[in-house]
């Protein structure tokens, strides 16, 4: 070892070793990923400069400038060079075989045994390099790598369609619009119908009112389901009334034909997309995805790449702390929560100039929806709503939590139920801001008195699972449909008279043809769907619905929301989020707390974190603190879960159950519903329970 250390090579063949094992471990599986998953880029509205720097800067640029630096270090003092780059070369070739390691059963083995191995492996190389001669020829013949990795990400990846794709979109053939009504068109995202209904298919509206007073005025499709499990391609089946076909991307030039290019010659277009980019520039004046400044899109892409890095490089256990990049397409680190202490927090304070908030472009959207001028309006919105993470209430104030959720399992959950209907409870919150968002557009189009003659479709692009024992919480299989393909869909017609439920399964391909079919207008293409308001519309007798898993075929029903719906009923009751308790413990829910009757335990603590929060609450600010956690700690062996009422000025508003018990230590949380606070100073208290079905018993925790 003494010998390979002290082994001198050239310069260049310093620095071709390390430009080649960091393109062959870091760059090339980066880019790799990326290119596979354009929609990276698509989701930042990113311009083809930014793809190829991203290409240039991993494959040749950082590369490049580490072999310099150490060839620099090793001229100034070469001693110093070669152990750096006996370091270095070992960091990297270890980098590369984890890459290998998490392609075989190693994968499932110890971390620590793992990053061993890895770094064994990168030992050999290093060894190899400075004491092989043909390692070294061998060495000298990848220099070629950076060109390579390079090419095939800008070439050959998905993501070359991004650099290479042509400005030039032809115009659709010239149509006739027979009845130019206003058309109001919201695609809610991750939103699956079980959250607004019971087990009956009952719309709950005193939990939702929004959503019921659409539903009176319009048509409520009950049965309706997504042909995608993806928004990348469930949006486009939306706007085209085709089923898409494999290997397109969600913008414009691979779908020519949609609804803002049919709509481009007679309506004014005002589009606000997320993910896709399906309104050409001579339809919305490039508007629906306006260009953030160099500086300010660079910063999120940093960070986020950064992260996508860290998941990719690091063994499983390493990756708990890390923010998840299955949330969202960008802006991942704003799923951490700004009370949790992580590695990350010098990300969060680079990325605060573009910190993602998901209220402000419905808000836009709203303040953009004006009267029709010259020519009828088509007001679009894809809101990322009620997708993940779940931070928002319905009053559109945000609470904070603890990221990633207790009982999630990476992409999908965990086996502890409880923790799980903790997490459905925070996507429940968040469908009530969805509701509240349906109230204010109702709100703003009887303002300008457009509600009437208006044509409003809202659905959802796919929805979500949240129960225990779901490896992805979004995969369409024979055993999710209920709750992945099933949506919501409500469109009101200009001038209905009045609402109706329709239960045919309506399918998001039929969602095109049936507003050409409201407007008048003969289309141009054919598509898979059909008009729902035509007589002659297609008699299902099963449906499909496509995702990562292939195709999955189900009946048409619509039993399988159904059983999720009423799971939700028998867990919350029926008055919404905050109805959650444990097993017969919601007869708890409003109870007054006499503090003559109650006992003070004598072994019991609780650590609550940031209690000073609740001595400055606004209930008029913009967040408010709902979660309410922290760790209990007793004098004795804690053997099993507890169960924990929480207290707010003198009543009961939450019942909890412990988790992660270790030894006398254990973990809770609750969320606090938000009409229960008061501006100023807000007492808490926490409580063990003893008993159920109205026998309980409180005993007081001491709290710190």
């Avoid at 959720?405 to 969805?434: C, F, K």
């Amino acid at each position: 070892m003494i010998d390979a250390l002290r082994y001198q090579l050239s310069p260049l063949d310093t620095f071709i070793s390390v430009v080649v094992l960091f393109v062959f471990g870091v760059s090339q599986p980066l880019l790799d990923l990326l290119g596979r998953n354009a929609e990276f880029f698509l989701a930042r509205a990113s311009p083809p400069l930014d793809v190829v720097l991203v290409g240039l800067v991993l494959a040749v640029v950082i590369p490049g400038v580490l072999g310099l630096f150490i060839v620099t270090i090793g001229r100034l003092h070469e001693p110093t060079g070669r152990v750096l780059h006996w370091i270095v070369l070992t960091l990297l070739g270890g980098m590369l075989a984890l890459q290998i390691i998490e392609r075989t059963s190693l994968r499932r083995a110890n971390d620590l045994l793992e990053i061993v191995l890895a770094m064994m492996v990168g030992l050999i190389i290093t060894v190899a390099i400075r004491r092989s001669p043909g390692f070294q020829s061998m060495m000298r013949f990848g220099v070629v790598a950076p060109v390579l990795a390079l090419a095939v990400f800008l070439f050959l990846s998905p993501a070359s369609q991004l650099i290479f794709r042509s400005g030039a979109i032809n115009e659709p053939a010239a149509i006739s619009v027979g009845n130019p009504a206003p058309v109001v068109f919201i695609i809610f995202d991750e939103f699956p119908l079980a959250s607004l209904i019971d087990g009956e298919g009952t719309l709950q509206e005193e939990v939702y009112p929004n959503f019921a007073r659409l539903a009176k005025d319009g048509t409520w499709y009950r049965n309706a389901i997504t042909v995608q499990q993806q928004t990348e391609e469930a949006i486009p089946a939306i706007l085209t009334g085709n089923d898409p076909p494999p290997d397109r991307l969600p913008m414009a030039f691979d779908y020519p034909a949609n609804l803002f290019t049919l709509l481009s010659d007679h309506y004014e277009i005002r589009a606000r997309e997320q993910v896709t980019e399906l309104c050409p520039e001579y339809a919305c004046d490039n508007r629906s995805r306006p260009q953030i400044p160099f500086a300010q899109r660079w910063q999120t892409l940093i960070s986020d790449i950064w992260i996508v890095a860290a998941h990719v490089f690091l063994p499983n256990d390493l990756r708990s702390g890390l923010p998840p990049i299955d949330h969202s397409w960008s802006n991942f680190e704003t799923g951490l929560s700004e009370e949790e202490e992580t590695d990350f927090n010098i990300i969060r304070r680079f990325n605060e100039a573009v910190s993602e908030d998901r209220r402000i472009p419905f808000q836009e959207f709203l303040d953009a929806i004006e009267p029709p001028d010259e020519e009828p309006t088509l007001d679009f919105i894809h809101v990322m709503l009620p997708h993940i993470p779940w931070q928002y209430v319905s009053t559109g104030q945000k609470f904070y939590a603890a990221a990633p959720i207790p009982g999630s399992a990476t992409t999908g959950w965990g086996d502890d139920e409880w923790l799980v209907n903790q997490g459905y409870q925070r996507h429940l919150m968040q469908v009530q801001y969805a509701d509240t968002m349906i109230g204010q557009l109702i709100d703003r189009l009887e303002a300008i008195d457009t509600y009437d003659e208006a044509l409003i479709v809202v659905l959802a692009d796919h929805g979500v699972i949240v129960r225990p024992n779901i490896k992805h919480r979004r995969v369409a299989l024979e055993d999710t449909v209920g709750e992945i393909a099933a949506i919501p869909l409500f469109i009101k017609e200009p001038y209905q008279e009045s609402g109706r439920i329709d239960d045919y399964r309506a399918e998001t391909i039929d969602i095109l043809p049936t507003v050409v079919d409201v407007l008048g207008i003969e289309l141009p293409w054919e598509t898979d769907g059909s008009s729902l308001l035509a007589a002659d519309r297609p008699d299902r007798t099963e449906s499909q619905i496509t995702g990562s898993q292939g195709a999955v075929v189900f009946g048409t029903d619509g039993t399988e929301k159904l059983e999720i719906a009423g799971r939700k009923i028998d867990d919350f009751g029926m008055d919404g989020p905050f109805g959650l308790t444990p097993l017969g413990q919601r007869n708890l829910l409003g109870l007054a707390i006499d503090p003559a009757t109650v006992a003070i335990s004598a072994t019991l603590t609780a650590s609550i974190e940031n209690p000073g929060r609740y001595n400055v609450v606004r209930t008029a600010g913009d967040s408010l603190p709902l979660h309410f956690n922290g760790s209990l700690v007793s004098a004795e062996q804690l053997s099993e879960e507890s169960v924990l009422a929480v207290g707010l000025n003198g009543e009961i508003v939450a019942v909890t159950r412990t988790y992660d018990t270790n030894g006398r230590t254990a973990s809770f949380y609750a969320m606090i519903p938000p009409d229960k606070l008061i501006d100023g100073v807000n007492e808490v208290s926490l409580f063990l329970v003893g008993g159920a079905n109205g026998s309980q018993t409180l005993e007081q925790i001491p709290t710190t």
